[in-house]
């Protein structure tokens, strides 16, 4: 009763182990690449904030011996929308919500602007007008936190 058996191929036991393997594999790539991508959204925000008070500072240096500017100051502080910093050619395109990049905010983008006695920049912040009329609150303060934009 000798058989001679062929063989060929894997058990199930190796098949299983391979699959489990494998699956564990899967598991820390998905981590590990949704770690970075979280981070390189955060990145993005950070930049756009960068960009959009640049735009500021820029239009206001431009602007500072423009008599229809210095007019409009109040308590040595302006407000721009977003829109009128692209239509000064400050800013280049259109901003979108940094975590999704879908929603087109530029039009609820308000930055607050104060200024020195020279009518230079002080101090930049940045505010998503969350309920869309047209003012500003501490809440409503631009934060690089994915919560913020939901």
Not at 4 to 29: H, P, Q, R, Y
Request: hydrophobic share 35%; glycine share 4%; proline share 1%.
């Amino acid at each position: 009763m000798d058989r001679n058996l062929n063989n060929k191929g894997f058990t199930l036991v190796e098949l299983l182990a391979t699959i489990v393997i494998l699956a564990m594999i899967g598991v820390i790539s998905f981590v590990s690449i949704n770690g970075v991508i979280e981070q390189n959204k955060i990145k993005n925000c950070e930049n756009l904030e960068n960009s959009i008070k640049s735009a500021a500072k820029e239009y206001v240096s431009d602007k500072r011996y423009d008599n229809s500017f210095v007019s409009s100051v109040q308590d040595m502080k302006v407000l721009l929308g977003g829109r009128h910093l692209i239509n000064n050619k400050n800013l280049s395109g259109d901003v979108y919500n940094p975590f999704d990049n879908e929603d087109n905010i530029t039009d609820k983008v308000i930055v607050e602007v104060e200024l020195k006695e020279n009518y230079t920049a002080k101090d930049v912040d940045i505010y998503y007008d969350k309920n869309d009329d047209g003012s500003i609150s501490d809440d409503e303060k631009f934060i690089c936190n994915e919560d913020f934009w939901k």
